[in-house]
């Protein structure tokens, strides 16, 4: 009973979500060339830059302990990974949750920005350096490694020095994520303020 209830619910939610993204996605083609080309490329400005500080971070860890070796085997992997999780993170959290009518507050947007420029765009790059630097040095005795007791303090002492560099970096992809982020939600805007014949604007927002 409950069932028979629900299934047509769930088809009219369905349908109702579907023409609303057929609508955005109508909208979006009647844009101005520039709206369109930030809103699709914006992201890329980020994972570009994300690159960029993976390198930075690799570069840094690789000098702390002493790893000469593989430098094409560590700095592929930095270039490829941070700036992949970018774009994908980015896309999942603002650019579809737009394009679907799911996000509709301009604050949310902004703070997601900032938070995916700054987590994924410095901190992530940071983090994977370690690894991967640690295991070189491992592999071609670089370094003296820590036990297992002390493998916290050591990291720690290790990355300092490089991390502090990076923290202008994290600033300006917090600040350049939130810029994105808030641009992006201005593009959505004017996809809802376009006219369109029988279409209230609001109804794509509630």
């Known amino acids: 009973m409950a069932g028979e209830i629900l299934d ?18 109508e909208r979006f083609e009647r844009l101005p060339e520039k709206d369109k080309s930030l809103f699709r490329t914006g992201s890329f400005f ?11 971070a690799d570069n840094y860890l690789r000098r702390a302990l002493n790893v000469t070796q593989a430098r ?14 970018t774009l994908v993170v980015y896309e999942f959290c603002i650019s579809q ?9 301009a604050t949310c947007a902004s703070v997601r ?13 940071a983090l994977t350096a370690i690894p991967l630097c640690g295991s070189l040095a491992a592999r071609y005795s ?3 490694l820590p036990s297992k007791e002390n ?15 990076l923290r202008f970096a994290a600033l ?12 992006n939600y201005d593009i959505y805007i004017k996809m809802l303020q376009l006219p369109e014949a029988g279409r209230d604007p609001e109804e794509l927002i509630e």
């Open 46 to 56: 980020l994972a570009f830059n994300s690159s960029l500080c993976g390198l930075i």
């Open 172 to 183: 300006l992809q917090a600040a350049l994520g939130t810029y994105l982020g808030t641009k």
């Open 151 to 165: 493998m916290f303090r050591y990291w720690m002492a290790v990355c300092k020095p490089a991390y502090k560099k």
């Open 113 to 125: 920005g900032g938070l995916i420029g700054a987590f994924m765009g410095c901190v992530y790059p």
């Open 72 to 85: 094409l085997a560590s700095t592929l992997p930095m270039v490829f990974l941070p700036f992949a999780s």
């Open 97 to 105: 949750p737009l394009m679907r009518g799911d996000l509709n507050c």
């Open 8 to 25: 047509p619910l769930l088809r009219r939610e369905k349908r109702q979500a579907r023409d609303r993204s057929e609508i955005l996605r």
């Open 142 to 144: 670089t370094a003296p």
